[in-house]
């Protein structure tokens, strides 16, 4: 190993560039961990595409990429958790750990959390990272690198299933098969959740969301979802519904086809904040709603999850990028979404 890595930086919207960096020096409890794979989010083509998500702009250079596994090769001198040659995935959020929110157990609220691809936090579209031990999770023999990478995702579905507090035997609507609503089903099915509902307009993700366990797939682009819905249920509506599209119109249809006395969890981010809701069904039907904001404490419970077999994420990755080709991965997720669940970057 020289002093030197290959890093894809953003130079602007549309345009990567590989170029080379020095590699970083782990501090103290930190530990240095040379990429094996990136998962490309919906957050990362929306940067490459647009610049910029809400008040988070992309001032260039800058580097994308927070779904990410790779091999420990160095340790810091306080490090002792881990080890070189460890597999690990890695929790792409540094919070303070001093503030109300992180002293509570909420850290995914700290105001002053550091998360990677993040402006102006640079990701793990590269060689190298040095991240601290703290949030690093070695993950069993049999997980590929692959299928660590995606414990990111699979923490927002961890963090909004759990939120919701659902007990088994109930059903559940999860709106948008996308890789978050399909890591979202595979939680509420290992959680005991019976029943659960896929909502899509895409084929391709409605047929991996039946392979996964989904009891019934509604295409939104051919049929009424919240007809649908009511026929199944006999009126009644399910127990909670998961909105993971991010779209206006299924955020609105959740407190349709939601029971009385149900759940809304609000998982996607809309394209717009504001916007309609019919808010005498909220009160009407006693709804309670749910913002979920990333993740926090999921990691250990998601790594147990995927270790022991009880979810599947190796057949969420459809397409394979090497790091030279990251522009080209984030312009297929962006174009072919009709063919794609998750893309990642093989360093």
């Not at 993700?205 to 295409?219: D, T, V």
Request: proline share 6%.
């Amino acid at each position: 190993m020289g002093n030197t890595m290959k890093v894809a930086v953003m130079q602007g919207i549309g345009k990567i560039t590989i170029e080379e960096r020095l590699i970083p020096i782990p501090k103290e409890e930190e530990v240095l961990i040379r990429i094996k794979s990136v998962g490309v989010c919906g957050s990362d083509v929306h940067y490459f595409v647009e610049g910029k998500i809400g008040s988070y702009v992309v001032n260039p250079p800058f580097v994308l990429g927070h779904e990410c596994s790779g091999e420990v090769v160095e340790v810091g001198k306080k490090v002792t958790s881990l080890r070189p040659g460890d597999r690990v995935t890695m929790e792409p959020g540094i919070p303070c750990g001093k503030c109300e929110f992180c002293r509570s157990g909420r850290y995914n609220l700290c105001p002053d959390v550091v998360f990677w691809a993040t402006p102006p936090i640079d990701g793990a579209f590269c060689e190298y990272v040095a991240h601290p031990a703290s949030f690093t999770y070695p993950i069993a023999p049999q997980v590929s690198f692959e299928e660590a990478a995606l414990v990111e995702p699979l923490s927002v579905g961890f963090y909004a299933v759990r939120r919701a507090k659902l007990e088994p035997g109930k059903t559940a609507l999860v709106l948008g098969s996308g890789p978050i609503g399909l890591v979202t089903l595979e939680v509420l099915l290992a959680q005991g959740i019976t029943e659960v509902i896929a909502v899509d307009i895409f084929d391709i993700r409605l047929k991996k969301a039946k392979e996964l366990g989904a009891s019934l797939l509604i295409n939104a682009q051919k049929e009424s979802v919240k007809e649908a819905v009511m026929e199944y249920t006999k009126g009644r509506g399910v127990d909670a519904v998961f909105e993971t599209a991010g779209s206006i119109p299924t955020a609105q249809l959740t407190v349709e086809v939601v029971k009385k006395g149900g759940k809304v969890v609000l998982v996607g981010l809309p394209s717009q904040t504001r916007f309609d809701l019919e808010m005498m069904h909220v009160i009407n039907k006693e709804l309670d709603i749910f913002g979920i904001f990333r993740y926090a404490n999921t990691y250990p419970g998601c790594v147990a999850l995927l270790n022991s077999g009880r979810v599947n994420l190796k057949s969420l990755v459809t397409h394979r990028f090497p790091l030279a080709q990251t522009q080209e991965a984030l312009q297929f997720a962006h174009e072919h979404k009709q063919e794609a669940i998750k893309v990642v970057v093989q360093v």
